[in-house]
């Protein structure tokens, strides 16, 4: 079964072009070095819960937007691989936590083993 790398990201409406280019060149690096497919999505139709919701999982703050990305894998030791290099790349070289375009304080991911894979 594949291996997904799931992301959620508050992202300042305003910054929202800039990240939409970042997130191209990581498309384009985890690619190039293996990754099977990398989406990147904004909120449509998000809405705060009750209980508990996207906003509300990234503290989302007036004038922010939510994005769920995924990358998806043959397993998770071919993830491993695949980060490793992607990381290594010198494209990526100057990414940071200080010039990002959103809080990465907020951001929360994981890994997933897939289990229905349709």
């Known amino acids: 079964m594949r291996y997904v790398d ?11 072009a800039e990240y939409r280019r970042m997130a191209r060149l990581g498309s384009k ?4 070095h293996g990754a099977l497919a990398y989406l990147e999505a904004v ?6 819960g009750r ?6 999982a990234v ?9 769920f990305a995924y990358i998806v894998y043959r397993s998770r030791a071919h993830r491993d691989r695949v980060n490793a290099r992607a990381m290594a790349d010198p494209r990526l070289a100057g990414m940071n936590a200080g010039n990002v375009p959103f809080d990465g304080k907020r951001m929360f991911w994981g ?8």
């Open 29 to 32: 690096v985890w690619k190039e």
């Open 6 to 16: 799931g992301f959620v990201i508050p992202v300042p409406q305003e910054r929202l």
């Open 59 to 67: 503290k989302l703050k007036p004038g922010e937007v939510v994005v």
């Open 111 to 118: 890994g997933f083993k897939a289990f229905v894979d349709a």
């Open 43 to 48: 909120a449509d139709d998000v809405k705060p």
């Open 51 to 56: 209980h508990t919701s996207f906003p509300q």
